[in-house]
């Protein structure tokens, strides 16, 4: 360790479990959340869907978030992306917090750094496939060409389809072009909300693939929501929440592990 291979060793062991303070301070967090907060309706109704939530995405990996219905997953992933805003604390992509921006510039922000797969793949109905793919890119104003979007075309395995509508496609393949229009303009990160919700096993598995390949493959940063341990082992690492709050997380995760921890919380 005397020689130069110390640095980046250390750099090595940092890369493959980083503390919040190192990932923070050395500016490999795509997005993080401090003391967030989120209460819905207020008095007597008033509900406190994320209670002091501390959270990390690290660069060019893949976490997923599990927990009960109704531990705020939906809640703590739009208000990271920039869907919804807290009610107190702060959520950051990169250097940038979102509670200090206006509408317009979350919007931009949104726009250039962030991309969003739901359950239900919000696909525009009367675009064909290719063009709902692209659509981040012409509301950007950019062209839609060139070798990142003919990656990005290919691996959703469409083919001809890329010329039919979403009604045209089984829910499998929609849910991949909902993944390629998150991918396509390269954002900081992508989020997903339950993607394979809506999928059969042989669907849920291949847009795993796809999102696997992209954090791979193409240094994506992705946080997905899952109720699904199969779902949850092709993340890098698993973050689980209750009652609005982080309760557990594991990096190398595998189904009977995330089994353990979700039986003890009671989903
Ligand atoms: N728009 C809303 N208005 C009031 N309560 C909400 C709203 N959205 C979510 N909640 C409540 O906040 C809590 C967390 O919800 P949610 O984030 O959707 O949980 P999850 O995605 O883990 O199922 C739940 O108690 C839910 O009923
Ligand atoms: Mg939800």
């Known amino acids: 360790m ?3 291979s110390q640095q980046s060793s250390a750099q090595a062991a940092t890369a493959v479990q980083p503390t919040r303070a190192a990932s923070e301070a050395s500016g490999s967090s ?3 959340s401090v003391d967030a907060v989120k209460i819905y309706g207020r ?6 869907a994320l209670d002091n939530v501390n959270v990390s995405f690290d660069k060019g990996r893949f976490t997923a978030i599990m927990g009960p219905s109704g531990s705020g997953k939906s809640t703590l992933l739009h208000c990271v992306a920039g869907l919804d805003r807290l009610t107190s604390g702060q959520v950051y992509i990169g250097d940038a917090e979102l509670g200090a921006l206006t509408d317009r510039q979350l919007t931009l922000l949104r726009r250039q750094k962030v991309g969003f797969i739901f359950q239900s793949y919000n696909l525009v109905p009367t ?3 290719l063009d709902n793919i ?8 950019h062209k839609p060409d060139g070798p990142a979007l003919d ?5 959703t395995g469409l083919g001809p389809r890329l010329r039919h509508r979403p009604s045209e496609l089984s829910g499998g393949q929609q849910q991949r072009v909902a993944a390629a229009r998150a991918l ?3 954002p900081d990160i992508i989020f997903a909300d339950e993607p394979t919700g809506n999928l059969d096993s042989r669907s849920s598995a291949e847009l795993l693939d796809f999102l696997r390949h992209a954090v791979s493959d193409l240094g994506q940063t992705l946080a997905m929501v899952t109720h699904d341990p199969l779902a949850a082992v092709r993340a890098d690492r698993v973050v689980f929440l209750a009652d609005g709050r982080v309760v557990d997380e594991m ?13 003890h919380l009671g989903d």
């Open 2 to 4: 005397a020689d130069g």
């Open 251 to 263: 990096t190398s995760p595998t189904a009977d592990t995330i089994l353990g921890v979700m039986r």
């Open 30 to 32: 795509a997005a993080h």
């Open 184 to 186: 396509v303009s390269r």
């Open 151 to 155: 990656e990005v075309v290919r691996i």
């Open 43 to 48: 008095g007597d109704t008033a509900v406190r």
């Open 134 to 141: 692209v659509l981040p890119l012409t509301i950007a104003g």
């Open 127 to 129: 675009l064909s496939a």
